[in-house]
């Protein structure tokens, strides 16, 4: 099946404009409201965002690029927290990561229209699906760079196998967006974020760590 979202355009310029950051919130706030990723259109997208729709185009060859750029911001503030949580502080223990996961549990939330419909619509569009792929990727490769530092402590658990980054990876993306829903309040958040950070740091971390 073709991509919905592909269009014969030729290739935009990376977008760096003010309205492209208008246009993502645009795209949020149309899901946030009900409104399906197939059935929103570029004309929708741009009165929302307060732009003509010529400056879509300026800056997107279609809906799937919009998704593509609307991930890049979330990946750039999932590893902003990384930094600030974990990689500034050298050594670091449980409770660090359980600071980090109620962050990155926030983030996720914050941004949750536009992952679940990346989400939902991977399925049948294939340049959707390929920043799925990109962003779990991502994910994975943060767990495996937690698990190496860990190692280098001494405090990485013993019997940690191969390929084990990218089963955490798919349990937080998948307990995301099972056990989360728009209604979900801050404590039911923060309880998805520890019950993580048990799964997680009792997978990665050696006994007594």
């Known amino acids: 099946m073709s991509s919905i979202t592909r269009r014969s355009r030729p290739q935009p310029a990376t977008p760096t404009s ?15 409201r009900g409104e399906n990723f197939t059935t929103i259109s570029v004309e929708q997208l741009a009165k929302e965002a307060g732009v003509a729709r010529a400056t879509f185009y300026l800056h997107f060859r279609n809906k799937g690029q919009l998704v593509s750029h609307a991930m890049q911001a979330v990946q750039l503030e999932l590893k902003a927290a990384a930094r600030a949580r974990l990689k500034k502080a050298g050594s670091y223990g449980r409770a660090e990561f359980q600071v980090f996961m109620r962050e990155v549990v926030e983030i996720l939330f914050q941004h949750r229209h536009a992952v679940w419909a990346m989400n939902e619509v991977s399925a049948y569009d294939p340049e959707v699906q390929a920043v799925f792929v990109d962003f779990m990727a991502r994910r994975t490769a943060e767990i495996q760079r937690t698990l190496d530092a860990l190692a ?26 099972k056990m989360l829903n728009g209604q979900s309040t801050p404590p039911e958040r923060a309880a998805l974020a520890d019950m993580l950070t048990h799964t997680i740091w009792s997978a990665l971390a050696g006994p007594g760590h």
């Open 18 to 32: 003010g309205a492209v950051e208008r246009l993502v919130e645009a795209f949020e706030r149309l899901l946030s």
């Open 152 to 177: 280098r402590q001494g405090a990485a658990h013993p019997a940690a196998p191969a390929g084990l980054a990218l089963m955490l990876a798919w349990t937080i993306e998948r307990s995301f967006g």
